[in-house]
């Protein structure tokens, strides 16, 4: 029997207790043993919950448990999590987690450790929930040389965008209603300012280029800028706004950014709604590959923690964690990179227009019902320093939106 040891009974411990309990049976015959719970670490009491009676308070005692092969870490946050993985790999016991802001900050070192001693650091819950997405591209993919990683890494941020794309709401009411049902915290700046879907996507472009790319340096903007008129161009244009997590490799170097941004019916992530995630890679074989799902909820990501649980439980003694150099890759300025613009801005075309084209050249108008007092116009392909330069120039910005 494998003893395993659960750190944090919140949303996803709880969740992976469950699943370890109620597919006990599934699990061992998949791994040629029974998997059992042994501890379950919290600083809370839960009166009248069957966790009572394996609960403990102090990690020393799942630390010092030689029985104990696996820990399963929920617990959220750098400290004591990071502190706590640690000392779990060095004792000789493999880590699975679903915590991308200890992965994105310390993943790099956590699996060194796990290589020296041949113990497993796995994270596949901290990207994509419940997606398969970075075994599939440690195992199914590895004939291919991926160059190219984007997709919807936020399931608050892609509700609320979806709410007032079909609903007109503002950006204030959406983020409310997502609170009131449990998809968004009580503070939700990691999600709405783009931090954790930046995070997601370091981790998930280390993964795919098999060197480390340090989430500090990934250009972010989140959704809080977003205005219902802003829907309103997109749908005039026949497009949605989502937040988009976006890399590619080019060479030794990786472009890489979070950022709104206008996507078209062609585009795969176009249809991906409400919390759902969605993760989509290029091969240079391949071609393009997504892979969609819940990317948040209890039960999807605990499913996933679980996932890694069994891998480790199935190579006891052998480390087969993320191949990787450990080399941090060159991050391409982001004021290099170019991108088309949707730009709002203040009046009417009539009397704006000569004045634009002026900084920007030829460009697309765009109406929309319901705006009287602005129009809006599409950029070509423009260098964001360039960008940058030109529109401080211009009165009356309203707003500015990349176009896919």
Do not use: W
């Not at 679903?98 to 060194?112: I, R, T």
């Amino acid at each position: 029997m494998i003893k395993i040891a659960v750190l944090g009974y919140g949303t996803v411990g709880s969740g992976a207790v469950k699943v370890l309990q109620t597919n006990r049976e599934s699990i061992a015959r998949r791994v040629g043993e029974e998997l059992c719970v042994k501890y379950v670490l919290d600083l809370r009491d839960f009166p009248g919950d069957p966790v009572e009676e394996i609960l403990v308070h102090d990690y020393k005692e799942i630390l010092k448990d030689p029985e104990v092969r696996i820990v399963v870490e929920t617990m959220g946050g750098v400290n004591p999590a990071y502190d706590f993985s640690k000392l779990a790999l060095q004792a000789g016991k493999s880590v699975c987690t679903s915590n991308k802001e200890l992965v994105a900050q310390h993943g790099v070192e956590l699996m060194q450790i796990a290589k020296e001693k041949n113990v497993n650091y796995m994270f596949e819950a901290s990207c994509g929930g419940g997606i398969p997405i970075i075994r599939a591209m440690n195992e199914a993919l590895t004939a291919d040389v991926i160059d190219e990683v984007s997709g919807i890494l936020n399931g608050t941020t892609n509700y609320i965008l979806t709410k007032m794309t079909l609903e007109g709401s503002e950006f204030g009411d959406a983020l409310a209603e997502a609170q009131k049902n449990g998809y968004a915290e009580r503070n939700p700046e990691a999600d709405i300012e783009g931090y954790d879907a930046c995070r997601k996507i370091a981790i998930l472009s280390s993964v795919a280029y098999g060197s480390h790319v340090d989430f500090t340096d990934v250009y972010t903007e989140g959704i809080t800028k977003i205005k219902a008129a802003d829907i309103r161009y997109a749908a005039a244009m026949g497009k949605v706004i989502k937040l988009l997590a976006f890399s590619r490799k080019d060479g030794n170097a990786v472009s890489a950014r979070v950022t709104p941004a206008l996507i078209g019916p062609d585009d795969p992530l176009y249809a991906v709604n409400d919390v759902f995630n969605a993760v989509l890679v290029h091969g240079n074989m391949l071609g393009d590959a997504m892979f969609y799902g819940s990317g948040a909820g209890s039960l999807p990501t605990a499913s996933a923690v679980v996932a890694d649980v069994v891998a480790c439980a199935k190579n006891p003694g052998r480390n087969v964690a993320v191949p990787g150099t450990g080399e941090t890759l060159e991050i391409v300025p982001f004021e290099e990179t170019e991108s088309r613009f949707f730009v709002r801005v203040s009046g009417n075309p009539a009397e704006r227009l000569d004045g634009i084209k002026a900084l920007f050249g030829e460009v697309e108008t765009v109406a929309a019902d319901g705006t009287e007092d602005d129009f809006g116009f599409v950029t070509g392909l423009i260098e964001e320093r360039v960008f940058a330069e030109k529109i401080a120039g211009l009165d009356g910005v309203l707003n500015r939106i990349r176009v896919m």
